[in-house]
């Protein structure tokens, strides 16, 4: 195909603002998408994705397009994951683009999300053209917004077309711009081999599907290919273009995009961001900025009841299939007995993986709080890293303590300004730059520990600024902190489960507020329950809950027969999800209470 006639773009965009929305109307206007694929949005498809309204899996589109003058173009639109704890897989899925939409909602403005995506196109050396989205909404400023996109981003937007993509107004108008501004892909045909790879998932028959953006060469069915981190090779026994159900073909070349399959077993055999060459004639360049993902969070994942551990595992090793960026390996807990130590990108990771388990795969599950990685030096000087609060040495056997921090960046209207400032400092932040950018609207950008920002730090920032933050962060280093180990003691007893990390500072704080937390989610039970906070051997809280005689059903008067039922069944099936540590019942939610601690 001749590159000339080719457009690889994405769509970026703050939650909300229209991306999925916009990527549909391009696909309708272009005679892609038929009025049976219309009710869901084809780009979300997982029943998660919809719920939560966000898009967890790139994809890539190609679209035919016929522009007004009558020359046809191949246009590839390249879906991006939209949420901050995925932001390499966002910067990989642009590396195959020369060009990106950037779409505003004009009924808000420029958003952190925003920004942080923008930065991200531009660092891959994009074209960016400002859409302002929801025009039909009465309160839509496109003047104002155009007017803040140029003084917040530095964009030109004075040829900003102004859109509805919900009626579809002006979308043609869009598809023009993007044949005429975007660049075609640059490419030999006769340079060796080189494909990035932008995305990669498990499919159970096909083994490993993965998405890739050919830079140089060709690629045809039945070539031999190799990884170039790896160095493995492969056979491509499939080659297809989605369009936007999949289509196979026989060739693909320069600046194109398509998927492959080559009997791959695991997504390790294809990371995303890593380059494809062929073995006969390898390239000796790969494709710039390859990192092997990591996860950053940690948090035990245990069965409700002890007999489910094998399921729970295969269920772990089913979604392992399909998330590179997802670990697990066994851990024991006294308190929780076997179980697993899994690692996660973020808190919106944790969520997602949670919520998969329990949905698809009926999994009843206890979760402890998570932590971030330590780096420990211990007195033999053996540096250890900590993905686990009981795992923390005892405080005379620690040398140093560093701590992962984040480069974070708020964005936020002028009145809330000292709003974040008092809560960035309460969680022990660095100010770095306030900017006031644009009208009304304030970049704030803070150094600050990823442990802080992990627990209750979203909830307090959308509650102090009714809503109208809205942040993005990344690690950037680790940084010695006075950190320790809180325990909690129930009836005397350490719950391993229940330790966390704190800094030194905040503990006794943190003591008292968990143990209080605790008291309230530890239902009463027959004998009384003594909850402490501990420091080493010292307590620095102490709560406790006075034995009751349990009955749920008191309070119905002996009437109704059916509510007393349901009650009954009610309880039971909070039963299920109880703990019981020594004598003590402890629900799940206890184990949530240490994230609301602060
Ligand atoms: P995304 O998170 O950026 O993908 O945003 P979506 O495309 O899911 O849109 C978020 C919400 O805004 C949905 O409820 C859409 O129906 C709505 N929306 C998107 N574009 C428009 C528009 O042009 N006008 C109006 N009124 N609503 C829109
Ligand atoms: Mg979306």
Known sequence: MDTAKIRNFSIIAHIDHGKSTLADRILELTGLLTDRDKKEQYLDRMELEQERGITIKAQAVRIPYTAPDGQEYTLNLIDTPGHVDFSYEVSRSLAAC???????DATQGVEAQTLANVYL???????????????????AEPERVAEEIEEVIGLDASGAVTVSAKTGLNVDQVLQQIVEQLPPPKGSADAPFKALIFDSWYDSYQGV?????????SLKKGDRIRIFSTKRDFEVTKLGVFSPGPKDVKELGPGEVGFLCASMKELGDAPVGDTITKPENPTDTPYPGFQKVKPMVFAGLYPVEPAEYETLKAALEKLQLNDA?????????????????CGFLGLLHIEIIQERLEREFEARLITTAPSVVYQVRNTDGEELLIDNPSKLPDPQEIEVVREPYVRLEVH???DFVGAVLALCEEKRGIQKNIN?????????????????IMYDFFDKLKSSTKGYASLDYEVIDYREADMIKLDIL???DPVDAFSIIVHRENAPRMGRSLALKLKRSIPRQMFEVVIQAAIGRKIVAKERNAPFRKDVTAKCYGGDITRKRKLLEKQKEGKKRMRRMGNVEIPQ????AVLKAG
């Open 490 to 492: 129930i009836n005397g």
């Open 436 to 452: 006031y950018a644009g009208i009304n609207r304030v970049i704030i950008t803070y150094e600050i520990p990823f442990a802080e």
């Open 589 to 592: 939610e206890a184990f949530l």
């Open 325 to 341: 960026a997802f670990t697990f390996e066994p851990e024991t807990s006294q308190a929780l007995g076997f179980g697993f130590r």
């Open 209 to 217: 599907v993965v998405l890739f953006r050919i830079i140089d060469g």
């Open 412 to 414: 936020v209207p002028n």
């Open 98 to 104: 020369e060009g990106a939409l950037l779409v505003v």
């Open 121 to 139: 196109a531009l660092d891959n050396d994009l074209e960016v053209i400002p859409v302002l989205n929801k025009a039909d909404l009465p309160s």
